[in-house]
């Protein structure tokens, strides 16, 4: 896809520098554009379906997403989800090497959280790196300011506006 003849760029990282004694450390968060590699270690549960009795048994089954069972698997999936995207999106800091968090291991992605607190990040500065990852993975309202700004600026528009 193309605007104005233009291919898309895809989305600016977003940095996080954590302030320490001697040298500071970067992270770098990176837009998760691909969702493939997850889908392919972690495919998304398929909605149960509940076969009807009586006067309605010859109707095909109905999906019954009320199951006990599926929705604790859906609630699993999401959370797998949201490990992957900051592992993946946190895969573009130079350098980083996790210990207990392993990339073909969903059950280990969770880890993340607390490697950073043995590593002596403090909650909030753990905030920060989280929300770093959800600016490069979305919209904020100061990355849409800052393109709207830029936009306007290479505009001829009255001085009134």
Known sequence: MKIKGQSIKPPKDVVVVIPRDGESIVFRAKAVLDQTPFDAICPEPQVPRKKSYGAKADLPAEPFPEEPNYVKALGEYHKHLQD??????????????????KPDQPDTWGNWQTE???????????MRIF????????LNQSRIDEATKSFLAGQDLPDQL
Request: aromatic letters at 10%; zero cysteines; proline letters at 0%.
């Open 84 to 101: 992957w995207i900051f592992m993946e999106s946190l895969s573009a800091t130079e350098g980083l090497e996790w210990e207990t968090v």
């Open 116 to 126: 950073l607190k043995a590593a002596g990040f403090s909650q909030l500065e753990i």
């Open 131 to 138: 929300q770093a990852i959800i600016d490069a993975n979305g």
